[in-house]
């Protein structure tokens, strides 16, 4: 009888139950909705601005807070108009951000709240798609990208002139081997000794890693997420093949070799501090070390590359020769990056995944 009872009672009480963290939760969602609001108009109006220089002659604790903030609250873009009436929120670890639509000079895009604990921690624009071209999203470029992964790896095992230039690639390092070994040395060295110097200040290590994270979200990185492994991938393989090996590592290369090697022994250094274990969850820093290891080989191929093309100019051989050199190590250095972009995605999305 009493569990009669017990069953016409229970619903409306589970009912009620439900009412009251429904109410819960929505009030709670109009709060962060609201907080972010009013922080969205005081960052327009210049309250959270920071002025970085206010950090010089600071102890280094307050001057680690102002830069932090600095880097949280950017200034407001002139002719940046906000839609507050449209917000979109979305849980995070720890927190939410809430998006609003929003335009600067015509472009659009959406400023973002991050809010943790009833807590305004960082405020920005970010352009819509950031600094990557849209047809990265499109089914043809992620389909164009499959078919060069699978097709790259069967190429190999072949005769054809992707096999070849492999194995004049790798034939160039066995012959300027004692090169190749001290360039890795030296980079990877440099990226070494930046994580053990990061244990003398994490502080500046996690603002240094403010600083990356916010570059990325500048960049687009942090929107590619949605689009699983390989719409990660094929962000990553671009990014770094466009902007760290051609431009940034290519490009200097051609001036006899040493301003790549200049500018990746001062990125490697800057990595390895920022990347450091002193600021990351050990597990999290051993799953992003094949990452590390695989993509920054790409950056030594093409330096050493770079370094072949000097030797090769000095020694009389000529410079188209050495520039054929370079274009070698571009190729093995894509090859490194490709295998990376793909590790990275599925490392992050599975592997890391809370």
Do not use: C
């Amino acid at each position: 009888m009493l569990r009669h009872v017990a069953f016409l009672v229970a619903p409306p009480i589970g009912r009620w139950l439900l009412a009251v963290g429904l109410l819960l939760g929505l009030s709670m969602a109009q709060s962060n909705l609201e907080l972010a609001r009013q922080a969205v108009q005081d960052w327009q109006a210049g309250q959270y601005q920071v002025d970085p220089s206010q950090a010089l002659g600071k102890p280094t604790e307050e001057a680690i807070r102002l830069l932090e903030q600095s880097l949280a609250f950017p200034p407001a873009p002139r002719e940046l108009s906000v839609n507050l009436d449209e917000p979109l929120e979305e849980p995070i670890p720890g927190g939410s951000i809430v998006k609003f639509p929003a335009t600067v000079a015509g472009r659009g895009g959406e400023v973002r709240v991050t809010i943790r604990e009833g807590v305004v921690t960082r405020i920005g624009f970010a352009p819509e798609g950031g600094l990557l071209p849209g047809w990265l999203k499109s089914p043809v470029a992620w389909a164009l990208f499959v078919a060069l992964s699978l097709g790259w790896l069967v190429a190999l095992r072949g005769h054809s002139a992707l096999a070849r230039w492999w194995a004049e690639g790798w034939a160039l390092v066995r012959q300027y081997r004692g090169l190749y070994l001290g360039t890795n040395i030296g980079l990877y060295g440099l990226f070494a000794l930046g994580g053990l110097v990061a244990y003398t200040n994490p502080q500046m290590v996690r603002l240094m890693q403010e600083l990356v994270g916010g570059a990325l979200e500048q960049i687009g990185l942090g929107s590619a997420l949605a689009g699983g492994v390989l719409g990660l991938a094929i962000v990553i393989f671009y990014w770094n093949f466009t902007n760290g090996l051609l431009l940034t590592t290519a490009v200097p290369g051609l001036f006899l070799g040493i301003p790549a090697l200049l500018f990746n022994a001062l990125r490697y250094f800057v990595l390895g501090f920022a990347l450091s274990p002193v600021a990351l969850p050990t597990v999290n820093y051993l799953l992003h070390l094949p990452t590390i290891v695989v993509e920054l080989q790409a950056y030594i191929l093409v330096t050493f590359g770079g370094l072949v093309l000097m030797l090769k100019t000095l020694r009389g051989e000529g410079y188209r020769a050495g520039l054929r050199a370079l274009g070698l190590t571009v190729y093995l250095g894509a090859f490194f990056l490709l295998l990376g972009a793909w590790y990275e995605a599925f490392s992050i999305l599975v592997l890391m995944r809370p």
